[in-house]
């Protein structure tokens, strides 16, 4: 059973930063494509960036600077380090895993932002 278990979100001011986690059991991270989404209030959920097992990085065009993607294979988990935070960032944060066909989504981590 794929489970995905994100943490380390919260509240934090403006030009903050933030490191999410994502431990993932029942599958092996380094060997499959890990993202981040998020959801803010009233909005769709929208992709963040993605790692592949490659180590290729992608990154939605307006957070490039700002927020990273990484992944440590021992601890199988995945990270987002998010930095110079901004209110538009706050959002609901999800981690997502691309597994033979199949997306699989954790639970999320809320993330806000004060001005």
């Known amino acids: 059973q794929v489970q995905l278990v994100e943490s380390g979100g919260g509240l934090v001011q403006a030009g903050g930063s933030l490191r999410l986690s994502c431990a993932a059991s029942?599958?092996?991270?380094?060997?499959?494509?890990m993202g981040w989404y998020r959801q803010a209030p009233g909005k769709q959920r929208e992709w963040v960036a993605q790692i592949t097992s490659g180590i290729i990085t992608n990154y939605a065009d307006s957070l490039k600077g700002r927020f990273t993607i990484s992944r440590d294979n021992a601890k199988n988990t995945v990270y987002l380090q998010m930095n110079s935070l901004k209110p538009e960032d706050t959002a609901v944060y999800y981690c997502?895993?691309?597994?033979?066909?199949?997306?699989?989504w954790g639970q999320g981590t809320q993330v806000t932002v004060s001005s």
């Open positions: 029942g599958i092996i991270v380094s060997i499959n494509t």
């Open positions: 997502n895993a691309l597994n033979r066909g199949r997306v699989y």
